[in-house]
């Protein structure tokens, strides 16, 4: 190569593959050092390292924040229940008919297995609360709808046990200064039953839990402040519930069925207490 054409090449980056010709002056492009962090960038990466920790620290902070602002209250009661009449519908095990009738229910709160209940809350700075509650309510059919159906025992005695998730609101104040506070609130979730039934001339009694259906709750009472972690409250309790109930058939016969909605109205009366 001439120098005069050596001379028209611009100095640069040599293609992959290719090597320098000999005895050229053109010098091989050499490869920059990286240059030193500049001040800017120094404080550019440690502007970032503190927005990041102080936006973790805020977020620790709320966390932090969050349950000493709330409140956590557990609850238990007694009281007095009844069990509103409702029709009954389906057909004994074993093929011995069907029927389609009215019954009585009758509650018996304080014969045992008595009536009781509890409930947890979760009590928001607004005082709205989040938990769940679990009423032990009863039902025995009366005599004469036990007869005409066919059977020798119709009852959830063990507990028509209604399990339900429950919002609530409270209202602290309501009354100036005193120490009883208003509350309200409702529930959904299911019905558990222990059923307890014997169809006449059967010799296998259906005697266990059953998942039934749909369960509902109503609330609404009144909380009387004792210190500041334990109060006395008085309440007024509605649930409904859709049961579809299987009976057991004799071994080698076909199963029953029973199919009711049951209506409970209690009057409580408990203590709980708050952390």
Known sequence: MSAAAHSSVMPGRLRQGRAP??????AVPTVKAPQPMTHLHRTSLAH???????????IAALVMATPAAAELELSFYLG????????????LPNGAGVF????SWDG???????????RAMWWTSGDLGFGIEGTHTKAYASAGDKAAIGV??????DGHNIITANVMKRYPGAFGGSKFTPYGGAGIGVAIPHVDILTSGATNRTYDYEVTGLALRGIAGMKYELTEDWA?????????SD????????PGQPDGKLRTELLTHAVNIGISYSF
């Open 243 to 250: 049961n579809d109930v299987t009976i057991d058939g004799d």
């Open 80 to 91: 007095t229940q009844t069990a509103s009449d409702s029709d009954a519908s389906g057909f």
């Open 232 to 240: 006395l409250f008085g309440e007024y309790q509605i649930t409904w």
């Open 21 to 26: 010709c000999m005895g050229c002056t053109t």
């Open 108 to 118: 018996k709160s304080f014969d045992a297995p008595i009536y009781y209940g509890g």
């Open 48 to 58: 970032r390292a503190a927005t990041a920790s102080k936006s973790a620290a805020a």
């Open 152 to 157: 020798d025992r119709l009852e959830f005695t």
């Open 100 to 103: 389609d009738r009215n019954v």
